[in-house]
């Protein structure tokens, strides 16, 4: 059974930085193309970034190029999302997410393209 753990969330001020991480028990982790989501109230679930398994590719979503960084460690199964220069429009819970092989065709910015969901962790910016 897959398990994908995120952790790292917190409470922070604006303009502050978080660095969560996503544990995954994915035994084709290193084939697999990992991504973050988040879903603020009332809102539906949103690509933030992701990061190909093939040639270390990664694609961000408009709002947060240049602020947050994705990367992966295959020794660990585990892909963290380093969030600097924090807005409070970025309060959401973030989601880790896998894509598991066959995964063809470049990194996918819709959910529907992922097979494996962590529970999320909370993050919180406060103005």
């Known amino acids: 059974q897959v398990h994908l753990v995120e952790s790292g969330g917190g409470l922070v001020q604006t303009g502050g930085s978080l660095r969560l991480s996503c544990a995954a028990s994915?035994?084709?982790?290193?084939?697999?193309?990992m991504a973050w989501f988040r879903q603020a109230p009332g809102k539906e679930r949103e690509f933030v970034a992701a990061?190909?398994?093939?040639?270390?590719?990664?694609n961000y979503a408009d709002a947060v190029k240049g602020r947050f960084t994705i990367s992966r460690d295959n020794d660990k199964n585990t892909v963290y999302l380093q969030m600097n220069t924090l807005k409070p429009e970025d309060t959401a819970v973030y989601y880790c997410?896998?894509?598991?092989?066959?995964?063809?065709?470049?990194?996918?910015?819709?959910?529907?393209?992922?097979?494996?969901w962590g529970q999320g962790t909370q993050v919180t910016v406060a103005s």
């Open positions: 994915l035994r084709t982790f290193s084939t697999s193309n």
């Open positions: 990061a190909a398994w093939s040639d270390g590719g990664t």
């Open positions: 997410a896998a894509e598991p092989p066959p995964n063809y065709y470049g990194l996918k910015l819709s959910a529907f393209e992922y097979d494996y």
